[in-house]
């Protein structure tokens, strides 16, 4: 029986006042098992499969599938989309090929309505993606070090999208965009130091924060124990941190400033290579 098994890694999206167009592929996995048998794909796996074959212009087959790994599901690190590329891969290679990576991509980007994750989970490294699915990657060095701090509490992405405002004032607008350029040329030089600063947000971050309230006392801290700046990670609940020295001491003092207990933190690097495919036969 054919079996695909897809490795996606985690995201984390926006970095702050990127908002659904920044995001950096992380060293945690999920894996998707996809296999030519019969299955009842329901929810998620359903609406993939319909997308794909609808877009790969093909008869449907039966197919049955499975997850597992280490991303926490719901707390802003791109658990749906490790779920829906790893779907979208499966199919196509039972399909024989008939999707190129950029169109599997470009699929998922459709179903989650937002590019950020999906460009990272796909490729790796730092992405700008933008409405139309176009992007730009770039490598990050294993110098940095990604500090999460994922509460024991989900966040679903619609919900988080929900509180955001129809309209900002324009002076927020202003700041929020020169601080995402600001954040992108600094990754693609890898003039990490730049990056001081460049994370505030007015365009989401302000919005969520009832939904995580010590969003801001975690980054704050953080910051405080060395790190180069703090974001809310997607849509949350998770709070990442980004730093060149000391993650141990940053994590410690992200989760005496979170005020939670039952907190799980990952100290992780960059993923520079993307979603991965293996067939067996
Ligand atoms: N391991 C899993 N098994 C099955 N479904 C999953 C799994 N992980 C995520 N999902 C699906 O993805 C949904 C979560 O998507 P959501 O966009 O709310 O969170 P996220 O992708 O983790 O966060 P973000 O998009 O902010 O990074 C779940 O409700 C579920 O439908
Ligand atoms: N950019 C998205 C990421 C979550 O999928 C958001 O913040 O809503």
Redesign the pocket.
Same mark, same amino acid.
């Given at each position: 029986m054919k079996e695909v098994r897809t490795k996606v890694p985690a %995201? %984390? @999206?926006n970095l702050g006042p990127g908002f659904d167009c920044l995001g950096i592929a992380l060293r945690i996995y /999920?894996e998707v098992i996809v296999r030519a048998a019969p299955g009842h794909p329901d =929810? #998620?796996a359903d609406q993939a499969a319909e997308a794909f074959f609808t877009r790969a212009d093909i008869a449907p087959f039966d197919f049955d599938w499975s &997850?597992? !790994?280490q &991303?926490? *599901? +719901?707390? !802003? #690190? !791109? +658990?749906? &989309? %490790?779920? *829906?590329l790893g779907l979208l891969h499966g199919l196509n290679e039972l399909a024989d090929g008939p999707l190129s990576d950029v169109a599997l991509y470009q699929l998922c980007c459709d179903l989650?309505g937002h590019p950020d /994750?999906a460009a990272p989970a796909a490729f790796g490294g730092f992405t700008v993606a933008r409405k139309d699915a176009s992007f730009q990657r770039y490598k990050v060095s294993k110098k940095l070090r990604f500090v999460l701090l994922v509460p024991d509490f989900? &966040?679903?992405?619609? @919900? @988080?999208r929900k509180a955001l405002p129809e309209r900002i004032p324009f002076k927020d607008a202003v700041v929020s965009a020169s601080n995402a350029a600001a954040i992108s040329a600094a990754f693609a030089s890898e003039e990490y130091e730049n990056l001081r600063g460049t994370f505030t947000d007015y365009l989401h971050q302000p919005y969520r924060l009832p939904l995580i309230p010590c969003l801001n006392d975690v980054i704050a801290a953080g910051e405080k124990a060395g790190a180069i700046g703090g974001w809310l +990670? =997607? +849509? !949350?609940s998770?709070i990442a941190c980004v730093t060149l020295a000391d993650p141990e001491k940053v994590a410690r003092a992200m989760q005496e400033a979170s005020g939670l207990k039952n907190t799980k933190v990952f100290i992780t690097q960059a993923d520079n290579k993307g979603a991965r495919v293996k067939v067996r036969s």
């Open positions: %995201t %984390t @999206a /999920n =929810g #998620m &997850v597992k !790994g &991303v926490p *599901r +719901s707390r !802003g #690190m !791109g +658990s749906s &989309v %490790t779920v *829906r989650e /994750n989900e &966040v679903e992405t619609p @919900a @988080a +990670s =997607g +849509s !949350g998770t």
